[in-house]
């Protein structure tokens, strides 16, 4: 699926370096590039500003109000970083999505921002957006990393300082779920018009979890405040699932010099993207809902199939991706994805370990699927990067590897590669002692990083560490604490990626498989 960016243009081409341009703004940005000539009144306030938001979600919605027209603007905040916001606030709102595929690529700009702010201390702005009765829809990408998830309770992290907290101080709260929470409380105490809260994040049944934590926030409320908003959120909120799909790097210098050589203009925040894109959701919108379907989203009741596969074929293969490349020493993800070993991994953590384990939607075929993913790894261009994929890996590999090993343990199998793939993130996160996992891997970050490096330097072997990982570290579901076989094998990985290297250690899993 590729995206309908309506008819071709021709743009400028200039050789300028990219500040001696003229900042993009509404009276320098190419006509041709705009999609909406003027951007709609706020409909959507959206947490998470980040790459996938901009590329995704404002895409589409600009693509829906281009068409269908709506008051679907959509007001953005990033929780922390005020770096883009700034860029974008100098620019009137406006980037440019620099779409990049291997024999092509091309660039809009969606001008669907009304506003856009970040930092702790414009939380209250958010909160009283979301209180206007013409906010219809609260978007989400904050990560997997951004939903305060305790593994050991499967709910809400109520130990969490920053959600307890945000159970404290209504007017500024810090966590996304105390963000909606307090937001949809203003919305209680006024006029009690719906909403809908859709996540857009790689979660499993995202919408029901975003609801569950939800919930267990209101719960975790002094009656009198509980009450009111239980009521209203039972009634009034609804919490569709849906699964996102489109590969997002980070921005590079490269990607503001293509925006300058084709626009002719300075974008200091352009964001790169690959031509694919997928959205599929449940239709249950309290107050409406831009057109999406305009530019492709699909609506249906089967998200959990959709997500399910997106996040084992996908994203489970791109985690071992990353930690196979990185510790090869590759940089990017179609580095890594050439390697002849990478790509036999590849082929059987998705084939025999992630495939079996559920069943694809209706009219889904694996083998084009899984070609497809394929060549979206292959986009040297884009040139995606193992350190951004590798990132997170405590928060992104419970929804990716969980339900994949308990169903290999009740056949009493152990799944290689998912094995190896827990294997090289460790030893990219927190190797043990005397070994340097090399520069990609340390680029990545992790919010359990200074937890596992600690635990690390006092282990006295691989299977100690691996063995703290499932049992002591709060890092995956307790039903793999008892799973020692499978710890036992992680241990062996470890030891030999030490020893031997990556390409060894994967060859043995191979043997294995
Ligand atoms: C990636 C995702 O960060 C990751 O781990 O697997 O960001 C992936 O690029 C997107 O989910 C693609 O839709």
Not at 59 to 78: E, H, K, P, R
Not at 307 to 333: D, P, Q, W
């Amino acid at each position: 699926m590729t995206m309908n960016l309506g008819s071709n243009y021709t743009l400028p081409m200039t050789n300028s370096s990219a500040t001696n341009l003229p900042l993009l703004n509404l009276k320098t940005a190419p006509q041709e590039a705009l999609l909406l000539q003027q951007t709609p009144a706020t409909g959507i306030v959206h947490i998470g500003l980040g790459n996938f938001h901009r590329a995704h979600l404002a895409v589409y919605t600009a693509l829906a109000v281009q068409a269908n027209g709506g008051d679907w603007g959509i007001f953005a905040y990033s929780m922390r970083s005020t770096a883009t916001p700034d860029s974008m606030t100098a620019q009137d709102n406006l980037y440019s999505v620099v779409t990049i595929s291997p024999d092509s690529d091309q660039i809009i700009i969606p001008a669907i921002h009304t506003k856009v702010l970040g930092g702790p201390e414009r939380v209250g702005e958010v909160l009283r957006e979301i209180a206007q009765s013409a906010t219809k829809i609260i978007t989400l990408t904050v990560t997997e990393a951004g939903y305060s998830i305790s593994q050991e309770t499967n709910g809400l992290d109520l130990g969490s300082p920053d959600i307890q907290w945000d159970l404290t101080h209504p007017a500024t709260p810090k966590t996304a779920i105390g963000i909606i929470v307090r937001g949809l409380q203003l919305r209680a105490q006024s006029h009690k018009s719906p909403i809908t809260v859709l996540s857009c994040d790689n979660l499993s049944s995202n919408g029901n979890r975003t609801a569950q934590l939800v919930g267990q926030f209101v719960a975790a409320l002094p009656e009198f405040e509980s009450q009111e908003l239980d009521a209203y959120i039972s009634t009034l909120v609804t919490f569709p699932n849906s699964m996102v799909d489109r590969i997002v790097p980070g921005t590079q210098p490269r990607h503001i010099e293509m925006v300058a050589n084709r626009l002719g203009v300075h974008d200091q925040s352009p964001v790169p993207a690959e031509a694919f894109t997928m959205w599929v959701l449940e239709d249950n919108f309290a107050a409406g809902r831009p057109d999406w379907e305009i530019n492709g989203a699909i609506f249906t009741k089967d998200v959990e199939g959709y997500e399910v596969m997106k996040l084992r074929l996908l994203n489970g293969a791109h985690s071992l991706l990353s930690y196979l490349g990185a510790l090869a020493g590759e940089e990017t993800i179609p580095g890594a994805r050439f390697l002849p070993f990478v790509e036999q991994a590849l082929q059987t953590i998705l084939y025999k370990e992630f495939l079996p384990t559920f069943s694809l939607p209706i009219g889904v075929e694996a083998d084009k699927y899984i070609a497809q993913l394929f060549s979206r790894w292959s986009n040297t261009v884009l040139g995606d990067l193992t350190s951004r994929v590798g990132s997170d890996g405590s928060t992104k590999l419970p929804q990716r590897i969980t339900q994949p090993v308990l169903f290999h343990a009740l056949n009493q199998e152990i799944p290689q590669y998912i094995a190896l793939t827990i294997a090289a993130w460790l030893a990219c996160i927190a190797p043990l002692a005397g070994f340097e996992p090399g520069k990609y891997a340390d680029a990545m970050k992790d919010p359990a990083k200074e937890k596992l490096v600690g635990y690390a330097a006092s282990s006295t072997s691989p299977s100690d560490f691996v063995r703290w990982v499932f049992t002591g570290a709060g890092i995956f579901a307790p039903e793999l604490a008892t799973l020692s076989e499978f710890h036992n094998q992680i241990s062996i990985y470890l030891d030999l990626i030490m020893r031997e290297g990556i390409e060894a250690a994967s060859k043995y899993a191979h043997s294995l498989s």
